[in-house]
């Protein structure tokens, strides 16, 4: 449960940052076809890549409870981040040492127990 605490902060603050990122999509979806729809066929087509990008990690107790939630997020973010980019180019910046926790907190699940440290109690409390 430690785990899945820490990594739940950390994605809030990831799934800002996604949100953002699609509301610009969506936004440069609008200009691009304007009001009314000028190209209903290329709209569609655009919109169909928007709903590629997932606006949310999905449900993460219960990914906890079958596997590597922190695996499970950091990939949901790098998808979203390059789709975003390479649809839409739209870059995002995840908040610093976001990704990198993410990877070290999937390392220490694939190697076992989990001991908390005080290292971790720290990622706890500052998310």
């Avoid at 820490?6 to 691009?32: F, Y």
Wanted: hydrophobic fraction near 40%; charge should be negative.
């Amino acid at each position: 449960m430690f785990l899945f605490d820490i990594v739940s902060r950390i994605t809030r603050a990831l799934s800002e940052v996604v949100m953002k990122g699609r509301a610009n999509a969506q936004s440069k979806i609008s200009v691009e076809f304007g009001n009314p729809i000028s190209d209903i066929e290329g709209h569609n087509s655009r919109i169909t890549q928007l709903n590629e990008i997932p606006a949310s990690a999905g449900e993460l107790f219960q990914i906890s409870m079958e596997g590597n939630v922190a695996l499970h997020v950091l990939e949901w973010a790098q998808c979203a981040k390059a789709k975003l980019k390479e649809n839409f180019e739209i870059e995002i910046t995840f908040p610093n040492g976001s990704i990198s926790k993410l990877r070290q907190l999937s390392e220490l699940y694939q190697r076992g127990p989990i001991e908390v440290t005080e290292e971790l109690i720290a990622w706890a409390d500052e998310h």
